[in-house]
């Protein structure tokens, strides 16, 4: 009795890693899923009319958009502390990291101090790199709205960069689950249609002894190109 309950037990487990195995190894459709959505952030990053809402979590093209602004008031003739304070108006997000520094803007503060004394720890890094730049930029001279148009265009290359890194570990991930579950597929189709190898790496000290290696090696894989992956930085 038992010994046909393990062999149900065994063929269904089977059958649902092999049928698992064959749908992730016909898997171009997801890889030309995640290359057409790629584009379409890329292409809506750099689109004109597209607008999307600003969110607390500020994205690296709202902060663009911010300099890019503040350089348009700038060559506008208007200096950088106004044009900082109009832009930071017109943002539709009331927790906008700029309100802070625009309100001790109109309380006559300089714009670097305000930025300083504004900071804050949960500050992103691209709102760290915007805000040296304005505090840089504040000194003055010639030079002020090309160096925040550099800024941004320098923001946005990173954000292309971490796109196109997203779109290589979307690979890394695909072929991370093809290896992983291959294996449990090859080993569960041997067990159901060999019943020797069944009983021997079921019934014996050294099978499963082999069986708990599989595993082992198998998860302990996966795990590892899940961390190198997840750690990749531009």
């Known amino acids: 009795m038992s010994a046909a309950v393990l062999d149900v037990a065994v063929s269904i487990i089977g059958t649902l890693s092999f049928a698992g195995a064959c749908a992730l190894l016909i898997a171009p459709p997801l890889t030309k899923h995640w290359s057409r959505r790629w584009l379409r952030v890329r292409l809506g990053a750099t689109s004109v009319t597209t607008t999307t809402p600003t969110t607390p979590t500020r994205t690296p093209t709202a902060i663009t958009d911010f300099l890019d602004a503040i350089a348009r008031d700038v060559r506008s003739g208007f200096s950088l502390a106004s044009s900082f304070v109009q832009c930071s108006d017109q943002q539709s997000d009331d927790n906008h990291w700029s309100q802070p520094v ?3 803007c109109l309380r006559g503060v300089v714009l670097a101090d305000a930025l300083v004394e504004c900071a ?3 500050w992103t890094p691209e709102i760290r790199f915007a805000s040296r730049t304005l505090a840089v930029a504040s000194v003055g001279g ?3 709205a090309p160096a925040l ?7 946005r290359e990173q954000q292309a960069l971490m796109l196109d890194r997203d779109v290589q570990a979307a690979q890394a991930q695909l072929s991370t689950k093809v290896l992983t579950w291959l294996p449990i597929a090859v ?4 067990a159901i249609t060999d019943p020797i190898a069944r009983m021997f790496l079921l019934s014996t000290p050294l099978g499963m002894c082999c069986v708990a290696t599989g595993i ?4 302990s894989g996966r795990k590892w190109m899940s961390h190198v992956v997840d750690n990749i930085s531009v």
């Open 149 to 155: 148009e550099h800024s941004a265009s320098v923001l």
């Open 120 to 122: 804050l720890p949960t």
């Open 102 to 104: 625009a309100q001790q």
């Open 216 to 219: 082992t090696l198998n998860v």
């Open 187 to 190: 080993f569960a189709w041997i």
């Open 142 to 144: 010639a030079g002020v």
